[in-house]
């Protein structure tokens, strides 16, 4: 059973930066789409940033500028950089890994990040 597992949530004050880690636990074979989404409570979960394996990478209008996603599939591994954060970034941020053209898809347990003065 392949775990997807983040790391790098915290508290910052706004302005800040953090980046968020995802590697799978085991070799995924196929990976094609990698994506981070977010919850905020009381709010569905969004797609914050998502990068194919050729490397095209779409963002939420919200973090246009601010976040990067970038991964490494020697690695299965995903980042987000993410500068310049905002009180309304604070949620829990999971990573997703869709491979085999969507029959197999993984989420990570979820890294809270809060933001705030």
């Known amino acids: 059973q392949v775990q997807l597992v983040e790391s790098g949530g915290g508290l910052v004050q706004p302005g800040e930066s953090l980046r968020l880690s995802c590697v799978a636990s085991?070799?995924?074979?196929?990976?094609?789409?990698m994506a981070w989404y977010r919850q905020a409570p009381g709010n569905q979960r969004e797609l914050v940033a998502t990068?194919?394996?050729?490397?095209?990478?779409i963002y939420a209008d919200s973090v246009k500028g601010r976040f990067t996603i970038s991964r490494d599939n020697a690695k299965n591994t995903v980042y987000l950089q993410m500068n310049s954060l905002k009180p309304e970034d604070t949620a829990v941020y999971y990573c997703?890994?869709?491979?085999?053209?969507?029959?197999?898809?993984?989420w990570g347990q979820g890294t809270q990040v809060t933001v705030s003065s």
């Open positions: 085991a070799i995924i074979l196929g990976i094609n789409d």
């Open positions: 990068m194919t394996r050729g490397g095209s990478s």
């Open positions: 997703n890994i869709k491979a085999r053209w969507g029959r197999d898809n993984y």
